[in-house]
């Protein structure tokens, strides 16, 4: 499957990537797809029975989610995410790019 790539991204450095504002992180997730997979995946760490369960993952990631007043492409969470729902760092950072001119 192609990655999920779209929009015409803006070649930016790694270090000069802009945080993105909360309408800004959500849109993309909601355009890109990954909105439901986000939210399982942080859901499977307060899931006593489930192989992820970590209550401070899930309590740091989904406060994160929640109350964030920006999101930052290189935190924890995001980087985390982007590994356990296989994507590229290209695939993310056009997605980021692009959701960062909106």
Known sequence: ????VWGNAIP???DHIP???PDQFWFALKM??????????????NDPEGENYEPHTWAFF???L???TFFERNSPLVENARI???MSEHELDSIWNY???I
């Not at 499957?1 to 999920?4: F, G, H, Y």
Request: charged content about 25%; glycine content about 6%.
């Open 1 to 4: 499957m192609a990655p999920k």
């Open 12 to 14: 930016l450095a790694e």
């Open 19 to 21: 945080d993105l504002q």
């Open 32 to 45: 890109s797809g990954y909105e439901e997979e986000l939210l399982s995946w942080i859901a499977s760490f």
């Open 62 to 64: 989904s406060a994160k």
């Open 66 to 68: 929640d109350k964030a």
């Open 84 to 86: 356990a729902l296989g």
């Open 99 to 101: 959701a960062s001119t």
